[in-house]
């Protein structure tokens, strides 16, 4: 993936995944930032728990 493509992701998919309320959220804080920053994944049952992807 060409490195421009995760920048197009962050700022157009990543919020509409995240408004659309159809995967779980992961919500973390930058260790220097500060920052809230909230990336939607998708979840997989597998034997003894759940496998998280990034969308």
Do not use: Q
Not at 25 to 32: E, S
Not at 41 to 53: E, I, N, Q, R, T
Request: charged share 15%; proline share 9%; glycine share 12%.
């Amino acid at each position: 993936m060409p490195r421009w493509w995760g920048h197009v992701n962050k700022r157009l998919f990543n919020p509409r995944a995240i408004a659309g309320g159809r995967w779980p959220v992961l919500i973390h804080v930058g260790r220097i930032s500060g920052a809230t920053y909230r990336t939607p994944l998708d979840a997989h049952p597998v034997d003894g728990g759940y496998l998280f992807v990034l969308v």
